[in-house]
């Protein structure tokens, strides 16, 4: 799932003008990027997930983050939820509703 950071510089950058009104000619504004780098940041408890990098948009060096219990495939029919049980993540028949 992409996300939408709040700030486009792509966007900024073909719409560049006159600084006074926000264009960006030569520069980039620090905390425009900082808004950006902060709503990319994830956080969540390293004990559950592993850490990597792989090539992101543009060739980037992108952060790869993936549970270390994976989620069971889906079940092709029936109604389920997810649950625990004995410690290990497994979908669990209900009525459907």
Known sequence: MASKPPVS???LAKTAANPASGGYPYQLKGADLDKNFTFATEQF???HFTLGTSLGAGGH???KVALKTPIPPIPSTG???LGAVDGELQWIATEEC
């Open 9 to 11: 510089f792509e966007a």
């Open 45 to 47: 408890n390293e004990d």
């Open 61 to 63: 060096q992108a952060r």
């Open 79 to 81: 109604t389920h939820v």
